[in-house]
């Protein structure tokens, strides 16, 4: 958490502490406590001064909810607070208020729980308006129903802009006013395997080279859209693990609602200061991918992967969460069906209700060249086309780690990228000429296929279209009827 203490981009600012017990509060100018901008004249102003930081904080939050929401006194009855005082005395509050300006807290971008703070004054003065009251407020419980109010508007806020997705991609809009509610992002490229279909597998950059995004990069795109977003898959070309900042991201987006995704090899050594670490920071769901149940069955896919080294780290996933006592991370064993290991899936499946992960996986349909397809249909199917849609381009946002902004995960290189990820300027990127187009394509079905564009070369799109796949040697009419039964 030394980021969070250290100080803003934006202003000579320190972290403090929040005085009413609640971890960091908010981002103060260590200047203007003595400039006492608004309080030189008085008085009271040495007072001020002498008082703690914190304690001045919330003198400051009390002063100025007195002075803008209490009503004056009516006629023969004395103002209450002349007496039952709380820990610090009117005068003193004024006094304490007079040593900052409103302008410096909306100066500093780390200040948004300053109005938070002033909601809980305002839990003080209903209170201190009841003889004998004032000793029954709790700050911490005026806290904990601010809290539930905001959890409470941010799942309206989800909500509604879920449903506002549905409805624009059913009546077909390509200029969309909703925010995405999925979110896939790409935290490294780097990875320990050569799988066969993989491109990063084959030694392929995409133009990008090798790396992995920064917290600084993440964290924007978390602000930005972690308001709608329920979920976030920390992965596509690379393996998550290889980033190092992995934990705070997953901690920085749990902290927020958003549930974490991380998919795995596992097959590397993996420190245990770094599994804890991981699991500690709140991970929601966990995939192990492990496509055999030997070194033989794994390997053929799995180039460079050692099985026994996957197994074992996944099974200290299991024990660490037991031991921890938590719920989460959900634990899945992913099992890619090939050819090759389609008979052992009954036997992974046994390996893994032995072993205690929560779900089991089995996935196929991904290639459609007969040495490597499966003899029969999986939970999954690359090919599945829901109803005259491309979800990806009206729910689901792609980052790669370079900050390069994609249509779907199947974006790898540089060039089929759409646009790259500005701070604050999503919903102009999310609109741009290149996504409405994609969007056109699929509520447009009369109209050509672009030409050029990256959508016009999915697989998706032609069996949509009734046109030849360019993936493999099946025919458009099994592949149709296959798409049409499950329409």
């Known amino acids: 958490m030394a980021e969070l203490r250290s100080a803003s981009p934006d202003s000579d600012c320190e972290q403090y502490p929040d005085p009413l017990g609640g971890g960091p509060m908010a981002c103060r100018d260590s200047r203007s406590f003595a400039s006492n901008r608004r309080g030189a004249g008085s008085p009271n102003a ?51 208020a007079g040593s900052f300006a409103l302008q410096d807290w909306l100066s500093c971008r780390r200040c948004f729980p300053w109005g938070r703070e002033r909601c809980i004054g305002l839990g003080y003065w209903f209170y201190r308006g009841k003889p004998g009251a004032q000793a029954s407020f709790k700050p911490a419980a005026a806290r904990g129903r601010v809290v539930r109010v905001q959890t409470v508007w941010r799942k309206v806020r989800r909500r509604l802009n879920f449903y506002l997705v549905k409805l624009e991609m059913k009546i ?28 990063t597998g084959r030694g392929e950059q995409g133009g990008r080279g090798r790396g992995s995004m920064d917290l600084a990069t993440f964290r924007d795109i978390i602000d930005e859209l972690g308001p709608y977003a329920y979920r976030v898959e920390l992965f596509n070309w690379g393996e998550p693990l290889f980033a190092k900042d992995l934990p705070e991201m997953v901690a920085y987006a749990e902290a927020r609602g958003v549930r974490t995704i991380v998919s795995s090899n596992l097959s590397f050594p993996l420190a245990e200061d770094r599994l804890r670490d991981l699991v500690d920071a709140g991970l929601s769901y966990l995939t192990a991918a492990i496509d055999g149940v030997d070194q033989s069955s794994y390997e053929t896919y799995r180039r460079g992967g050692r099985f026994e080294l996957a197994l074992n780290n996944l099974r ?22 090939f050819a090759h ?59 790669h780690w370079d900050g390069g902004f994609a249509s779907c995960c199947a974006g790898f290189h540089k060039k089929d990228d759409f646009d790259a990820y500005q701070r604050g300027a999503f919903r102009r990127m999310w609109n741009n000429e290149k996504f409405r187009t994609a969007r056109r394509i699929w509520t447009r079905p009369e109209s050509p296929l672009p030409e050029g564009h990256f959508c016009s070369d999915c697989d998706k799109v032609r069996l949509f279209r009734g046109l030849p796949l360019r993936s493999g040697p099946a025919s458009v009419e099994r592949e149709a009827a296959r798409g049409g039964a499950r329409r």
């Open 172 to 199: 077909g809009r390509e200029r969309l006013w909703s925010f995405p509610y999925e979110l896939a992002i790409d935290v490294t490229n780097k990875c320990n395997l050569h799988c066969s279909y993989c491109p």
């Open 341 to 399: 290991n389609e008979p052992y899936v009954e036997t992974a499946r046994a390996m893994a209700s032995e072993m205690g992960v929560d779900c089991f996986s089995a996935i196929g349909g991904l290639h459609d060249d007969p040495a490597w397809a499966p003899s029969k249909a999986y939970s999954f199917d690359y090919l599945q086309v829901r109803g005259n849609r491309c979800v990806w381009l009206w729910q689901k946002a792609v980052f």
């Open 46 to 96: 040495a007072a001020a001064g002498a008082l703690p930081r914190q304690n001045a904080l919330e003198a400051c939050c009390l002063y100025e909810t007195e002075r803008t929401t209490m009503p004056r006194p009516r006629h023969g009855h004395s103002d209450r607070s002349d007496r039952d005082q709380p820990p610090f005395r009117a005068r003193t509050l004024r006094a304490a």
């Open 316 to 337: 200290r996933f299991v024990e660490y969460k037991r031991a921890s006592g938590r719920a989460n991370p959900h634990i899945t064993w992913q099992y890619l069906v």
